[in-house]
């Protein structure tokens, strides 16, 4: 086989801009939710691409890209077959190779965000294993491995339905198995805002994954010179095509954060920053499937619908079906990534309903669509149906309020300890020193004077001016709900640490 510098070159950058997406995932992740859980979402992002990594060259790559047959590709045990037949023109193995282990991390890491806050990190450890071990190459088989779908012509050029849409299918069923966090819906079932520390850093999360995204899409052409087929049976320079997946990547994206500030200033008055932010992502995921095969006016539809799909179907998620997604990634990625591979049957120039007529294209992708989402939900619905009813799938309440920084990983200053008052050196930071001692019990309650004002002045005439409690953070959402029981409909929370003489 001839090598191509030219073509080697451009899939090797493309492979480090699709690996730096893990730390755009990252910060955004941690800006979207509480600082108690940074360095909990840190290390859960750095573990989907290093376990993910051994683990699709052990058995993975096999899996995906093997000729076994349609279903499933093959058992290669660490990737020594020949696979000279699936490699693009002048590009070695090793390149292609490493481009395919980073698109594998990035499917597993999405659903990260979605179980963000609540879930046991030894779980998440292993379910993330799952995903590069079996599921993404079982999938990807289907679509880019020679499998049953790619025989019919199902068409996913970069990743809507083989990253996303499986990302995001999977981070549906987890977050439901998993539960709300402690606090998200009141009785009524009504879901409250659980605020994000650090929108800056969400905001440059989405810069640098809009950024590498030119390395996801881009990439995908895994060529720079020669030529190609163009979606009208014409021979079409790489470099013309690359620039096209760059300019209706580009496009899809802003059209859509520019929907979704203009759709959420209708609906919520005001131009809401964390929905603009993921109306960008959903762009880019929405036209990932077809940036080869599209326009810039069927880029620039694809955004409109993606820039208001992702606020309905947030809504849709968090309202009505009361799952709880902290970081809206099964809007963006779940339900824009099938949205997106739909839309290569409507739009593409090569067979789509509304450019050439034929319904053919449309039908193959709603097909390929429906049983990629179906053999999702099935398997991770299994693998973490499983792992509740063994190791455990979700935190105690206590981890949960005191945070996954503390009780899972150490950190008992939490993740920025520079800014923020210390707990001290304390056996167990969710109890005074007496307490674990043994001197007082845990549950012990503190007595409470009553006094009665026996002026006779009505209690709505009287002014207060301020109430003051202080309570550990284990017992915050006990007294949340009691103050809410008795019509206290306001409060203001400070979260104080420190230590003192007792070192409590």
């Known amino acids: 086989m001839e090598f191509s510098a030219v073509n080697t070159a451009w899939v090797l950058i493309a492979a480090a801009l699709v690996f730096f997406m893990q730390a755009g995932f990252c910060i955004l992740e941690s800006g979207l939710t509480r600082a108690k859980n940074a360095g909990n979402i840190i290390m859960k992002n750095l573990m989907d691409f290093c376990i993910g990594t051994p683990i699709f060259w ?24 020949d696979y000279s037949s699936i490699l693009p023109d002048g590009v070695p193995f090793y390149a292609y190779f490493i481009f395919q282990t980073v698109f594998c991390a990035t499917a597993a890491t999405i659903v990260s965000g979605a179980m963000a806050e609540r879930t046991d990190f030894k779980a998440y450890c292993i379910y993330s294993a799952i995903i590069s071990l079996f599921v993404y190459p079982v999938s990807g088989h289907w679509i880019w491995g020679g499998g049953w779908l790619a025989e019919l012509g199902f068409h996913d050029f970069a990743g809507s339905a083989a990253v996303h849409m ?4 999977a981070a549906l069923i987890g977050a439901a198995v998993l539960g709300p966090r402690i606090g998200k819906y009141d009785k009524n079932g009504k879901p409250r805002a659980i605020l994000g520390h650090n929108l800056t850093m969400a905001a440059l999360g989405v810069f640098i994954l809009w950024f590498c995204w030119f390395g996801f899409n881009g990439g995908s052409t895994v060529a720079m ?45 005001k131009p809401d920053v964390s929905m603009s932010l993921n109306g960008t992502l959903a762009g880019l995921v929405m036209v990932t499937a077809s940036t080869d095969c599209i326009d810039m006016y069927g880029a620039a539809i694809e955004g409109i ?65 429906f049983s990629v989402a179906l053999f999702v939900v099935v398997t991770m619905t299994i693998v973490f149906l499983l792992i509740k009813a063994t190791i455990g799938l979700r935190v105690t309440t ?107």
């Open 225 to 269: 010179e020669g030529y190609t087929t163009a979606a009208d049976g014409s021979d079409m320079f790489f470099g013309t095509l690359t620039g096209l997946v760059f300019a209706t990547t580009n496009m899809a994206a802003a059209i859509a954060t520019v929907t979704t500030m203009i759709f959420t200033w209708i609906r919520y008055k």
């Open 166 to 169: 499986v990302g995001g299918c």
């Open 305 to 369: 619908i993606a820039g208001i799909a992702v606020v309905l179907v947030i809504e849709l998620i968090d309202k009505v079906f009361k799952i709880d997604d902290p970081v809206g990634a099964v809007g963006v990625h779940g339900a824009c990534g099938l949205f997106g591979t739909i839309c290569v049957g409507l739009f593409g120039r090569d067979g789509g309903l509304f450019t050439t007529g034929s319904i053919d294209r449309t039908v193959v992708q709603l097909v390929g669509v």
């Open 58 to 81: 052990f058995v993975g790559f096999g899996i995906m890209f093997g000729s076994a047959n349609a279903i499933f590709g093959g058992i290669d045990i660490f990737t020594n077959g």
């Open 398 to 504: 206590e981890e949960e309020v005191i945070g996954l920084d503390a009780l899972e990983h150490g950190l008992v200053a939490g993740s920025y300890a520079d800014f923020m008052p210390s707990l001290g050196s304390v056996p167990n930071p969710t109890m005074p020193s007496a307490v674990a001692a043994g001197t007082v019990s845990s549950d012990e309650a503190v007595p409470v004077q009553v006094v009665t004002d026996k002026s006779g002045v009505p209690a709505s005439d009287v002014a207060m001016s301020k109430v003051e409690i202080i309570c550990k953070m284990d017992k915050f959402e006990d007294l949340k709900a009691a103050l809410e029981a008795v019509g206290i409909t306001g409060m203001t929370v400070v979260n104080v640490m420190g230590c003192g003489v007792q070192k409590g």
